[in-house]
């Protein structure tokens, strides 16, 4: 009996392994005439193309605007992943970084007395690293420089190291300010724009593709019908309204699929996001910067002011005229007065 059972499971199989094998090879049947059909069309070498409603054409070019400039905002957005995207010399950085880490538990390890205490030290995690930003790294610097001046102990350099020392406090907050918007950006427009592109657009491509299979099989069969020999005509003919008919349902649905992705897709909120967060970092880096400035040390004439924005005399109301030409109500008065006097002389 269980020998009975594995025969009929493994003819169970083959025959699902031969339904397999047919329809992929009535697909790659079916395949060939349309190749052969688009590079045709592709060349030149046939006119005779079926052409599409207005109505989708239309539609293919919104879609394919959309795609454009989804993609064209990622090639340079992206690089907001990326959070090295100013840093300068980085690559020399992590080397050096790394040498540290090495020569650090290197002399860890050469303290170390016994098997427990070695695994501790290998075991444990290397301190966090600073975000490679431009902003950390002036800040860094300007950390460094300031221990260096205080070890001096003049009364000058101390001055001079303090005002370091608040620099370098600043551009650690812009530089925190910096990785908050790239991570708004990350999130609020770079994904969702991925997100898109990998959700309706793509299903817009799935069904134009079907369209354009549909079509090309439809023409193949309009060609095969014109060439065929009376005894086929009849064959072709059912084949032919066959294909023009699937390509008519799939012509329909891809445009249904594609007004339901325009509908769908709202760059504006996306380029608002976009921009908030570039206001908001912007912002915050300009206040910061400000402050340090406010206080920095110097001649009062070398001292950077914040004029407040004045209005303009447009926006007061008052457009301010060129030289030499004005408005005067006297006279337009007096000329009343006098046409007045003449009217009464006259009664």
């Known amino acids: 009996m269980s020998f009975n059972r594995f025969t009929e499971g493994l003819n169970e199989k083959f ?8 329809g992929k090879a009535q697909e790659i049947s079916q395949g060939i005439p349309t190749t052969h059909r688009l590079m045709q069309e592709k060349l030149g070498q ?21 795609k454009l400039v989804y993609n064209h905002f990622l090639q340079v957005t992206q690089v907001y992943d990326n959070e090295s995207y100013d840093y300068p010399k980085y690559v020399n950085e992590s080397i050096n970084e790394f040498s540290r880490t090495v020569g650090a538990k290197l002399q860890e390890l050469s303290r170390v007395s016994s098997a427990h205490e070695a695994h501790t030290v290998l075991s444990t995690p ?17 950390l460094v420089s300031s221990e260096c001046l205080n070890h001096l102990g003049d009364h000058d350099d101390a001055l001079w190291a303090s005002y370091l020392m608040k620099y370098s406090d600043t551009q650690s907050r812009v530089a925190q300010a910096r990785l ?10 770079n994904e969702r724009l991925r997100e ?21 099989q439809y023409d193949v069969s309009r060609s095969n019908l014109e060439n065929a020999r009376p005894e ?20 329909e649905h891809a445009t249904i699929v594609m007004q339901e992705v325009i509908a ?12 908030a967060a570039q206001y908001s970092y912007h912002q915050n880096a300009a206040q910061r910067m400000e402050e340090f400035l406010a206080n920095f040390p110097g001649e009062e ?30 006279e337009e008065t007096d000329d009343r007065a006098g046409e007045t006097a003449a009217e009464r002389s006259a009664l």
């Open 46 to 66: 046939v006119t005779d193309i079926s052409q599409m409603p207005q109505e989708y054409i239309e539609l293919e070019a919104k879609i394919d605007a959309i």
């Open 196 to 216: 898109n592109i990998e959700g309706n657009l793509k299903k817009a491509h799935r069904v134009r593709k079907e369209v354009e299979n549909k079509r090309l």
């Open 126 to 142: 290397n301190p966090a690293k600073e975000p490679k930003t431009l902003n950390y790294a002036l800040s860094r610097v300007s």
């Open 232 to 251: 086929k005509e009849a064959h072709m003919r059912v084949q032919m309204e066959t294909a023009e008919e699937e390509f008519a349902q799939a012509t």
């Open 180 to 189: 908050h918007q790239d991570s708004l950006i990350q999130a609020n427009f």
């Open 301 to 330: 004439e070398e001292r950077i002011d914040f004029p407040a924005q004045t209005q303009t005399p447009a926006q007061n109301g008052n457009a301010a005229l060129p030289e030499g030409v004005g408005i005067s109500l006297s």
């Open 15 to 22: 025959q699902q392994l031969s339904t397999a094998v047919s």
């Open 264 to 275: 769908t897709t709202d760059f504006l909120p996306l380029l608002h996001e976009l921009a």
